[in-house]
């Protein structure tokens, strides 16, 4: 069994909670500590009984709680050693116990849950996505990725839920107030993934067998709600993957959380 809500998803701030109903831990804390532990409040998750916080790069709207948490609540900490290294004056002291080390494309265990961190394509040190998988349930985070690559196609593959960035809509990027030199780091391949290239990659999992999809990480000045589900609805359209009525596409919110989603095969 996997529980699984996202706290927060955008520039501000990134944090989704999972847990295999007796372990439970958090992907990223990017939000002040306090903040973390008033949307976790809202799930009625207990801060006290976080199991650990995975980090998927060192950029501080996905760290800014971690070490405030770690601390506080004698929570460990984990990143691989790229991370740990760019994240290391960022977050304040962590105690050498909770001090904990992955390695990248190397499967650990949380509890009863297997975590998979897989190499992305962003302008971080070491910056990884997640598969986490219970005996039978899958869900995957890819966000703060410029390209996707078929190494990840096949890792998110059997996904019941994927977390999937659709950071910006290119013409609207193209045409907004943001100086050349972000616009041109967005649009690379280590910037962050647009609604049509998100929509892209939601086809193919659609066409092998995954059905639920949350789009995460949508910019504020760049897209909205609406804009990313249109346009890749219509990706979806066009293939004729809508008519089966399976596809199940949500959004993950820049400022309150999202409908928690639990999946239990057994």
Not at 3 to 20: I, T
Not at 85 to 96: C, N, Q, R
Not at 101 to 126: C, Q, R, W
Request: hydrophobic share 35%; proline share 2%.
């Amino acid at each position: 069994m996997i529980r699984f809500c996202s706290l927060v998803s955008g520039s501000a701030g990134n944090s989704y909670a999972f847990s295999d109903g007796e372990h439970r831990f958090l992907v990223d804390a990017g939000l002040s500590g306090k903040q973390i532990e008033n949307r976790l409040a809202e799930i009625e998750m207990d801060p006290r009984d976080l199991s650990g916080i995975l980090i998927t790069h060192e950029h501080i709207d996905h760290i800014k709680g971690a070490g405030i948490l770690s601390r506080r609540y004698d929570i460990p900490v984990y990143a691989n050693q790229g991370t740990w290294k760019a994240m290391e004056g960022k977050i304040g002291k962590v105690s050498e116990k909770n001090r904990k080390t992955f390695i990248t494309n190397e499967v650990f265990s949380m509890g009863s849950l297997k975590v998979k961190p897989y190499k992305t394509s962003h302008d971080a040190a070491e910056s990884v996505g997640f598969t986490v998988s219970a005996e039978k349930e899958k869900i995957s985070i890819v966000t703060d990725i410029g390209c996707i690559t078929p190494e990840i196609l096949e890792e998110i593959k059997g996904s019941d839920l994927v977390v999937l960035e659709a950071n910006h809509d290119v013409e609207v990027l193209k045409s907004g107030r943001y100086p050349y030199s972000l616009k041109r780091r967005i649009l690379s391949d280590e910037g962050h993934l647009s609604n049509d290239a998100a929509g892209d990659c939601i086809c193919y999992l659609a066409e092998n067998n995954v059905e639920n999809f949350m789009l995460a990480h949508l910019s504020e000045e760049n897209n909205f709600p609406e804009l990313a589900l249109s346009t890749i609805q219509g990706k979806l359209q066009e293939r004729k993957l809508l008519d089966c009525g399976k596809i199940k596409l949500d959004v993950a919110f820049r400022n309150r959380i999202g409908r928690v989603y639990e999946f239990n095969k057994s």
